[in-house]
């Protein structure tokens, strides 16, 4: 399974970005998603993530309060809802999806699956 995500770019601090990623192929293996993302010079961390059967949510420090991760309604596609981005969030996103009868873990290596990455550039 490929995984496509998109919705990066440049925007103002205080501005809002929204991240998609999808599976590039329906497929019946159920999935955990993960968004992580590094920053130039620094490792890649995790950022927010979503389980497979109920939906819980999982927020990473940086994006308690500011962002959120939703699914689609086939589940094979995953939304990163990101406001009042600050300079700090500046990097490349990551979403990654983990087979769900897997325990959920927010370790990328747990993840089998990753995006190409989408770049995010927040000026101040």
């Known amino acids: 399974v490929q995984l496509q995500a998109s919705g990066g770019g440049l925007v103002q601090a205080g501005g809002s970005l929204r991240l998609s990623c999808a599976a590039s192929e329906r497929t019946s293996t159920r999935y955990h998603w993960g968004w992580f993302r590094q920053a130039p010079g620094k490792e890649r961390k995790f950022v927010a993530g979503?389980?497979?059967?109920?939906?819980?949510?999982y927020l990473g420090d940086a994006a308690k309060g500011r962002f959120t991760v939703s699914r689609g309604t086939d589940r094979n596609t995953v939304f990163l809802q990101m406001n009042s981005l600050k300079s700090e969030d500046t990097a490349v996103y990551y979403c990654a999806a983990m087979n769900s009868p897997r325990q959920w873990s927010t370790s990328e290596s747990k993840f089998d699956y990753w995006g190409q990455g989408t770049l995010v550039t927040v000026s101040s």
């Open positions: 979503i389980t497979w059967t109920f939906g819980y949510v």
